[in-house]
Each structure stands twice: as structure tokens, then as C-alpha cells.
């Protein structure tokens, strides 16, 4: 049994910072990384950021330099730090991440809201 607990969501005005999280925990291998993904109503899910346990982190472009993205890997615990939020920021943020056996645990998804 693994549970993937997120938190964070909410409404910003644009410019405005939100900080999600996610805590991973129950029985699973071991993880290798963990990562955002985000979905906007009629629009296919997409990576907004990753990180490996080695501390590799990978940005789409549309966030990169406005969200950032950590772990401590001793909690099994990832952030997601957004700042200077946009209305297109606008999605349900899902918490993923895939242990050493390549098995993918998906959170329940948080909305975040940004108006303009």
C-alpha cells in the first residue's frame, strides 16, 4: 500500500507564490525519482518539473526560472515552489513518483487557481 498525499492548492492572483508538497509514503522499493505534473481542463497532463534522487532536476520551459522543484529524501517529500504565477499556471498539480522498479504512484491532484 502506497499513499501519495499532496497539499498546497488554492487561489493566487497572478504574481503571487504557492508552494505545494507532496509526502510519499506506505510499502514500496525504493525511490528514484519524483516529479509535478499538471492538467488544465481540455489539455493533455504535462511534466512541469522532476527530480532524481541524485538531485537531477528537469524544468519545463514554460516554469523554468519561476518554479522550483526539491526533495528531502530522507521524509520522501517533494516541493513545488511557484512564483510569479500566471492565469495559464491555472490546472489540477499531480504528485508522481516512480520507484526503483519503474512502478509509477500517482497523487489524488490539487487545484491551483490563478486569476488575473
Known amino acids: 500500500q502506497v499513499q501519495v498525499l499532496e497539499s498546497g492548492g488554492g487561489l493566487v492572483q497572478a504574481g503571487g507564490s504557492l508552494r505545494l508538497s507532496c509526502a510519499v509514503s506506505g510499502s514500496f522499493f525504493s525511490i528514484y525519482s519524483m516529479g509535478w505534473y499538471r492538467q488544465a481542463p481540455g489539455k493533455q497532463r504535462e511534466l512541469v518539473a522532476d527530480i532524481t534522487v541524485g538531485g537531477a532536476t528537469y524544468y519545463a520551459d514554460s516554469v523554468k526560472g519561476r518554479f522550483t522543484i526539491a526533495s528531502d529524501n530522507a521524509k520522501n517529500i517533494v516541493y513545488l515552489q511557484m512564483s510569479s504565477l500566471k492565469p495559464d499556471d491555472t490546472a489540477v498539480y499531480y504528485c508522481?513518483?516512480?520507484?526503483?522498479?519503474?512502478?509509477?504512484?500517482w497523487g489524488q491532484g490539487t487545484q491551483v487557481t490563478v486569476s488575473s
Open positions: 508522481n513518483t516512480m520507484d526503483a522498479r519503474r512502478q509509477n504512484y
